[in-house]
């Protein structure tokens, strides 16, 4: 058999404190990577989530009805705006009708997209 050769105390202490520590950074990197994959999943769920919200919230902003719904409720657009009032409420007015202007097309297809994602990942 061959012998270890002896170590001093010091040394032997040092290689004992080397060990454990090795022990520890090797716990700690295994929980840190499993830690990491878990909030990755996590983390594409909540972006998935709040990408849904968003194309419902633009859903619903664009089927509000100027004639049927906002002027019922007091927030309908006249027709001589030539001078916009500068309130809060004109300017989330006139915020609802660009989005329902400009946004109309491009959801549909984003809205096409979603479905297909949806039956496809669940």
Not at 26 to 38: A, E, F, T
Request: hydrophobic residues 45%.
């Amino acid at each position: 058999m061959v012998s270890r050769p002896k170590l001093a105390h010091n040394q032997d202490y040092r290689h004992q404190k080397f060990k454990v520590l090795n022990k520890h950074v090797i716990w700690l990197s295994k929980v840190i990577s499993r830690h990491i994959y878990v909030t990755g999943v996590y983390m594409a769920l909540g972006l998935f989530s709040l990408l849904e919200s968003l194309v419902l919230m633009l859903n619903a902003i664009c089927i509000l009805h100027e004639k049927r719904f906002l002027s019922k409720i007091g927030c309908g657009r006249t027709d001589n705006e030539y001078s916009p009032p500068t309130t809060v409420k004109y300017q989330f007015l006139t915020f609802i009708h660009s989005i329902r202007t400009v946004m109309r097309v491009p959801l549909i297809g984003v809205n096409i997209a979603m479905i297909v994602f949806k039956l496809v990942f669940g």
